[in-house]
């Protein structure tokens, strides 16, 4: 698999030297959630709609369907919680490895996530779950893994999953994974997934990046920052690529500011493929990031989201049902227009 790069025009990326435009998907829970038949299942289906890129955390995404596989990065505590700081797991590793090789196989780029802002001190998320913060000496241990173990698939890094950046110790973390990064895969691209409308990269953090995500997210207000969020990146951070990585997911409630309920329905396909055509108009040029709620959280029958993310999420359909949501097979559209 050839890797990703920054075109000459800085504005979008290149695979194996020929125009690449990134259509991503969602699936953060692809190491802890799926069989590997229905990971099979999954990647020739997404191939044949045109994807190309696929988002997924190297830990347990916090907001994941259960049960899973009940296969994890590091030992379970007695409550519970991954102890980071003890000997990873390898078998879990060995799996996530042959997941991206199958998806190489099927003409995948990953995006593998490193420190979703649930673990990091200072954040928005970790506020949430006071209990869970990562020392920074697991972090450094983390990055130095996952290089090891996925170069060979050509990935793109992404320091962040879902952070704001409203502390020094928050930015010190990702600094440290960013320097990390520049050490340990120098050829392989670099950004961070922010929060929902959150612009606050610091000069620091975003000249260690090669391209800028953003994400218009989820709230029943979205469409208001579709065309703010991209102009208001540009002109802060000129001369990088930029995409949506995380626009309205498809059938995800439209939440409040404070995430109380009931919400305001359901996101429509028509308001998906609306968001995605008005970032890549407002200046996000490089790609867009698909998501289907039931999909990004792997559910199937008889599994749910739970604790605060089961009264956010309601029912979402289950991961089949959700991959053939009818927004998906749209998003070429978007491409050829």
Same mark, same amino acid.
């Given at each position: ?66 049960p899973d596989q009940g296969i994890y990065p590091y030992p379970l505590r007695g409550d519970g919680s991954l102890d980071y700081t003890a000997e990873p797991n390898r078998a879990y590793f060995e799996r996530a490895q042959e997941f991206c090789r199958m998806a190489n196989e099927e003409g995948f780029t990953p ?35 996952? &290089?090891?173990?996925?170069? $060979?698939?050509?990935?793109? *890094? ?7 950046? +409203?502390?020094? !110790? @928050? ?30 990269? &610091?000069?620091?953090?975003? $000249?260690?990046?090669?391209? *800028? ?7 029943? +207000?979205?469409? !208001? @920052? ?112």
């Open positions: 698999m050839d890797r990703l790069t920054v075109a000459p025009d800085h504005e979008h990326f290149l695979r194996g030297g020929e125009p690449f435009f990134w259509l991503g998907d969602t699936v953060w829970s692809a190491f802890t959630n799926p069989t590997e038949e229905e990971w099979r299942e999954y990647l020739s289906f997404r191939r044949a709609q045109g994807f190309n890129v696929l988002q997924i955390n190297t830990l347990p995404q916090w907001d994941r369907c259960r995006a593998l996530v490193l420190c979703w802002a649930n673990l990091v001190p200072g954040t928005w998320l970790n506020r949430l779950f006071p209990t869970q913060v990562w020392p920074l000496e697991a972090v450094e241990r983390h990055v130095e893994l996952v &290089t090891k173990l996925f170069e $060979e698939f050509a990935p793109v *890094y992404i320091v962040s999953g879902d952070t704001d950046l +409203n502390t020094p !110790e @928050t930015v010190a973390y990702y600094q440290r994974c960013i320097d990390l990064l520049k050490e340990l895969a120098p050829s392989a691209l670099r950004t961070m997934h922010l929060c929902g409308g959150f612009l606050g990269l &610091t000069p620091e953090l975003a $000249e260690g990046l090669d391209f *800028y995500m953003y994400q218009s997210g989820h709230g029943k +207000n979205s469409a !208001e @920052t579709l065309e703010k969020l991209p102009a208001e990146l540009i002109r802060r951070f000129p001369g990088k690529p930029v995409l949506n990585a995380e626009p309205c997911y498809e059938r995800m409630p439209k939440m409040n500011e404070d995430w109380t309920l009931p919400p305001e329905g359901c996101f429509s396909t028509d308001e998906v493929l609306d968001a995605c055509r008005c970032s890549i108009s407002s200046g996000a040029k490089a790609g867009i990031t698909y998501g289907a709620n039931g999909l990004w959280n792997w559910r199937r029958e008889g599994s749910r989201s739970e604790g605060i993310a089961a009264s956010m999420y309601l029912q979402p359909a289950t991961w089949q049902e959700a991959m053939r949501f009818p927004g998906a097979e749209r998003m070429k559209d978007i491409i050829a227009k």
